[in-house]
């Protein structure tokens, strides 16, 4: 991936191979998702504070905002802090969820829709939480049935993540039931406690620049897997 800092070189923690993160399988094509990530879709993606940016240099600029302008994507870029698929953030109103918000955008024609989150939902059980994700995922493939919809986990830096394990695995689950693909940092150690450090924010909750523009790597690196054939697959 191309991403950079324009006016610095940043030296960044070198990732091993063992631990790159395979997409879960889905029904989903390859040759559908190699659309949909193709440069000039329109894209929608719905998530916290991680696809608003907090910790970024000017608190507005996180992963999606890299990802969209590296891959020529014509994005719109649903962040909103503090919150996830049952969490309101600090509105405590349900029309701030994720699927309230999908619900909202239905005007728009995206061929890609991905689903960031949520470590913010910690106070429902998992099996809330997966029912909710399950909903979620399946309202955006009945709004948009010729769209690829993905579901990107929980990706905080060490030690956060440790704490998500629990709801990245109720979001797989959710995923899953949607046959939907998901993306799992957490499954692939995507942050270590030897990288952390160079890619969290001073908060610990958040990502910096640097992480940003590293998870953003990892995402496209991961939809690209996703956009590979298996051996076998026609891509006709």
């Given at each position: 991936m191309a991403l950079g800092v324009a006016g610095c070189l940043v030296m960044l923690p070198a990732v091993s191979d063992a631990c790159q993160s395979v997409p879960a399988a889905s029904d989903v094509s390859a040759t559908r998702v190699a659309a949909a990530i193709s440069r000039g879709s329109d894209v929608l993606i719905v998530g916290d504070s991680y696809t608003t940016g907090r910790g970024s240099y000017d608190g507005t600029h996180g992963w999606a905002q890299d990802l969209a302008t590296e891959r020529g994507w014509d994005a719109t870029i649903d962040g909103v802090p503090g919150t996830g698929y049952v969490n309101t953030g600090a509105t405590n109103s349900t029309r701030w969820n994720y699927v309230s918000r999908i619900e909202r955008s239905a005007?728009?024609?995206?061929?890609?829709?991905?689903?960031?989150?949520?470590?913010?939902?910690?106070?429902?059980?998992?099996?809330?939480?997966?029912?909710?994700?399950?909903?979620?995922?399946?309202?955006?493939?009945?709004?948009w049935p010729r769209a690829v919809v993905v579901a990107v986990g929980p990706s905080a830096p060490q030690p956060r993540a440790e704490s998500t394990a629990g709801i990245s695995s109720a979001v797989a689950?959710?995923?899953?039931?949607?046959?939907?693909?998901?993306?799992?940092?957490?499954?692939?150690?995507?942050?270590?406690?030897?990288?952390?450090?160079?890619?969290?924010?001073?908060?610990?909750?958040?990502?910096?620049?640097?992480?940003?523009?590293?998870?953003?790597?990892?995402?496209?690196?991961?939809?690209?897997?996703?956009a590979t054939p298996a051996q076998g697959e026609q891509c006709a």
């Amino acid at each position: 991936m191309a991403l950079g800092v324009a006016g610095c070189l940043v030296m960044l923690p070198a990732v091993s191979d063992a631990c790159q993160s395979v997409p879960a399988a889905s029904d989903v094509s390859a040759t559908r998702v190699a659309a949909a990530i193709s440069r000039g879709s329109d894209v929608l993606i719905v998530g916290d504070s991680y696809t608003t940016g907090r910790g970024s240099y000017d608190g507005t600029h996180g992963w999606a905002q890299d990802l969209a302008t590296e891959r020529g994507w014509d994005a719109t870029i649903d962040g909103v802090p503090g919150t996830g698929y049952v969490n309101t953030g600090a509105t405590n109103s349900t029309r701030w969820n994720y699927v309230s918000r999908i619900e909202r955008s239905a005007a728009l024609d995206p061929q890609l829709v991905i689903v960031q989150g949520s470590q913010n939902d910690w106070l429902v059980s998992a099996a809330t939480l997966e029912a909710r994700v399950e909903r979620t995922l399946r309202t955006a493939q009945r709004q948009w049935p010729r769209a690829v919809v993905v579901a990107v986990g929980p990706s905080a830096p060490q030690p956060r993540a440790e704490s998500t394990a629990g709801i990245s695995s109720a979001v797989a689950a959710g995923a899953r039931a949607a046959g939907v693909p998901y993306v799992d940092p957490l499954d692939g150690q995507w942050f270590t406690a030897m990288n952390s450090a160079s890619y969290a924010a001073p908060d610990g909750q958040h990502l910096n620049d640097a992480g940003y523009l590293y998870l953003a790597g990892r995402i496209e690196d991961s939809l690209d897997e996703l956009a590979t054939p298996a051996q076998g697959e026609q891509c006709a």
